[in-house]
């Protein structure tokens, strides 16, 4: 709800002891007493805290508790409202951002590469093509990681058409998550015979991501329209020479019944 630390910790103490002065706060939390009061402001004028005086010494203590989830209305109300301003300034907002210059994006290690794949999944509702070593990408990114990241995808309504080289391909028994189909959002195919790579690429809107494998361990993101355009043109070329990858749904749709 975007409390600091330091307001929670003054709440709950406020629940554990009821009435409590500032200095006591501030002696209990070994937290300057500055601190207290500022942090006793903010919640009295969210609602959650009330002030009293007796004998000229100001005393705090918890409102109704129920007044948290008032807060927490007022605060999607909100939200929802600057969603709503924010829709309505994309439009202007992407036609002023394709007259920059294209950009670049570069990271390194594996906590830069999961970057580079969460600049993918701001997208909702969109449709995706992928080159994807797949069996070097569980290695590298791990089945936890890349199990989230579908059903984050799928959630997000974000399909794809997916190649993979034929000697890195994964068992679907083991890995049902990655099953194809119109409930999974994704068709695969093998690439043709002979041909195979390990470094993998994500088309998405007018964003292309490259993430290395994990000898090399980087990744970049290319924001360019006719960027994309040629990698996707590239792309089209391959998909009809190659095979498509059917799922055993036996495996493949219990995933389905988690999301």
Known sequence: MGFSDNSIRIYIRLLE??????????ENLSMARPTVYDNLKLLINDGLVIEKEEENKKLFSIDDVKNLRYLTQTKIEKLKKNE??????????????????PKIKFY????GIKQVLKDLMWNKN??????WP?????DFLGRDYIEELNRRRIRQNISIRGIWPR??????????????????????????????????????EDKVAFISSRAESFGFVIHSRDFADLIKAQFEQIWPLSKP??????YTDEFLKTL
Do not use: C, H
Request: charged content about 20%; overall charge positive.
């Open 167 to 204: 000697d890195k391909v994964i068992d679907f028994k083991s890995y049902p998550f990655m099953g194809v189909g119109k409930g999974f959002l994704r068709e695969l195919r093998t690439a043709p015979k002979g041909m195979t790579w390990s470094m993998s690429y994500w088309i998405y």
């Open 126 to 131: 969109i449709k995706t093509l992928t080159m």
């Open 134 to 138: 797949i069996s070097e990408m569980m």
């Open 17 to 26: 002891t009821g009435y409590s002065s500032a200095r006591q706060l501030a």
């Open 84 to 101: 709503q301003m924010i829709n309505e300034l994309l439009p202007s907002l992407n036609l002023k951002a394709s007259a920059l210059q």
């Open 108 to 111: 390194s290690g594996i906590d």
């Open 245 to 250: 990858i059917k799922a055993q749904p036996q």
